[in-house]
């Protein structure tokens, strides 16, 4: 329980509202700005002037809008001057990013990760993306941290990833080697790959105004974002929305994790590999491969198809019998089977979901797609400049 | 997003947060209150002053304290004189109890519920128990306004029972029928069995100061009530949580629901009792004859707890991936059931979960046992005052 906030914290809550907003939003007006957030033209101009004069905002007059009397300044973020390197770790790529203010990809760099990589191979070329990032970045532009996205579950305090089955790591300290590698550029915050997927298509993609939202990541293995009320559900020591190994199947096969019949034994790569019959191949070339030989009518493929999506379907279904979502975002190899199998999919989650649990479930595909994850691991780094813009 | 409140705000939020605070810990000193809420003495004076005013506190000057100095006077809820009436719908009971500010039990009335009662039933009773109760009302007592628990999936806005498989209700219309069984005391407002109960545990009991808590509460059916990041999960709808409808075992037996294998078919009163060759008892009476005759050394019995703590082991590793939480807690039958079977759920809890989902867990029993649901229910009720103290 806490009590009120004193003048000064209003002030620097409303400043840190103000620029979170153009930060989602994108260039906005003042006079937008005094609707939105419920706050007088005047308080509304004093927070700009401050914004702008820590260059985290410019403001303009907007071209020619017809109307008559002086127009509204618009408020814009600084995303060329302002910004954060996000880094990725995925199963079978590394990627880096330096992402602007407002959530805008600047530069972009990527390689593939062969499964297997141990973690101390993949840390040499994430530092280098970075470094030479770097050399591009203006003189005056402002670096304001650094995020880190890892398909595992990896800890707040320090980066330490404590198991990563799909990736093949366990407590292995990525946050820490990585930190020092990039040295005084290491002001590292870490996250869940699909946690932070998850964030970015609820504030800006597929989830926008949606409070209860189910985002699923699927590559060799499943991952979640949850976001229930509003806020994210992260658990104890953030290594929540752990949904890929769900038990679904107590008779199923083996999973990477020491359990039987985890919810990605029966919908990751593995499982529609193995029912169209391609066990040598991997990886999410593969997936779409099967995908496009059901949609050709390859009846092993299909079956294959309708193999995972009916498990896709029943894993949903429990999912809203816990959380009564609004919507449910199938990204990753999990978008391709949505695609071909979205009757199939409804259809078994309606068998298993209760009615009042599942009436007004929309199922959708990301609006980001892969770069969520990159903008996701920036929002990690810029959440510190937006609860305070005036702090450092 | 919002701004920031203004003065006005803080103040009305703050004299909420000061009656939260006397309501959820009792009697408090105003030393301690000024700690606690990080306010200074004469705010905090200014603010106890105020709610004295409106008899929602009283103050008083504690005894010999020992120390130098004018003692702090201590704050209190006046119990006796603020009150809401709490009604609960059960599958084997119907209560009912005046409870007072700070969560006393005032008065309180039950009657027996026999499996498939019809909802019409069910109002007379317990309207008939809320008016025998208002005759002790004294006469300066202030009602604040009633709240109605239900073992089922229930709407918000109006009480309409959508769906209680266990109970046998769909789409009976509850909250108005008793709304206007009550008359002018028909301020309603309604929640869920399983979630007022882990609010109370929450706030009052077993999961106190923490964040991340699944309560389970068992009888034919299974219920959840589940805090994530200190708030609880409720869905879209209200209807979250129905955990005791994720399918565990997809070749099991029918549900209730409608579906198959759900979790409440393993573990829920029917299971323990069929196990145990004791199908044509019921009841909470029956399950605990079970687990008694468990305890003697009856291997028939001891093999149906076993099942059903297996299966109940397996269910809480689902959640614990899903909710990284700190603490599990078993209500009604289950707390019966994990009390013999504490080492085989957790057995079964760790070959299913996620190292790094389970280590913090703490498995309990609640600590306000059935009152819970009756001072949950009566939450409901105070939230409306404890949101804003002088409005009504």
Redesign the interface.
């Known amino acids: 329980?806490?009590?009120?906030?004193s003048?000064e914290?209003?002030?620097r809550?409303?400043l840190g509202?103000?620029l979170?907003?153009v930060h989602v939003h994108g260039a906005t007006s003042r006079a937008e700005l005094t609707s939105?957030?419920?706050?007088n033209r005047s308080t509304i101009g004093a927070l700009t002037t401050e914004l702008s004069g820590a260059g985290l905002v410019s403001e303009e007059t907007p071209r020619e809008t017809g109307r008559a009397g002086r127009p509204s300044l618009v408020v814009r973020p600084q995303s060329a001057r302002v910004y954060a390197y996000a880094i990725s770790i995925e199963v079978d790529r590394l990627r880096a990013a330096r992402v602007g203010l407002g959530g805008r990809i600047l530069d972009r760099r990527e390689t593939e990760r062969p499964r297997g990589m141990p973690f101390e191979d993949a840390i040499r070329p994430l530092a280098g993306f970075v470094r030479e990032m770097r050399k591009a970045v203006p003189d005056d532009a402002r670096y304001v941290g650094s995020g880190l996205a890892v398909a595992g579950?990896v800890r707040r305090a320090d980066g330490m990833v404590?198991?990563a089955p799909t990736i093949g790591w366990v407590e292995e300290p990525v946050g820490e080697v990585l930190g020092a590698e990039l040295g005084d550029i290491g002001m590292l915050t870490v996250g869940n790959h699909a946690d932070v997927s998850a964030l970015v298509e609820h504030s800006r993609g597929a989830a926008v105004g949606l409070?209860?939202v189910i985002y699923l990541y699927g590559d060799v293995g499943v991952g979640s974002g949850?976001i229930?009320?509003g806020?994210?559900?992260?658990?104890?020591?953030?290594?929540?929305?752990?949904?890929g190994?769900?038990?679904?199947?107590?008779?199923g096969r083996p999973c990477s994790?020491g359990?039987r019949g985890c919810w990605e034994t029966e919908i990751g790569e593995y499982a529609l590999l193995k029912h169209a019959g391609r066990e040598a191949d991997s990886g999410r070339e593969a997936v779409l491969n099967v995908v496009e030989a059901a949609m050709r009518g390859d009846s092993q493929a299909q079956r294959a198809v309708r193999h995972v999506g009916d498990w896709l379907g029943?894993g949903v279904?429990?999912?809203a019998?816990?959380?009564?979502?609004?919507a449910v975002i199938f990204g990753g190899t999990l978008r391709d089977i949505y695609l071909v199998a979205a009757a199939q999919i409804r259809s078994r989650l309606n068998?298993?979901?209760?009615?009042?649990?599942r009436?007004?479930i929309r199922l959708r595909t990301p609006e980001l797609g892969n770069d969520a994850a990159l903008i996701g691991a920036a929002e990690l780094a810029f959440e510190h400049l937006l609860a305070d813009p005036l702090l450092s």
């Open positions: 329980m806490r009590a009120g906030p003048q914290e209003v002030r809550h409303n509202t103000l979170r907003y939105r957030l419920g706050l579950m404590r198991l409070d209860n949850i229930a009320g806020r994210r559900v992260t658990g104890h020591g953030g290594y929540g929305g752990e949904v190994h769900m038990v679904v199947n107590p008779q994790c359990s029943f279904g429990n999912l019998n816990i959380f009564n979502p609004e068998a298993i979901a209760l009615p009042v649990c009436e007004h």
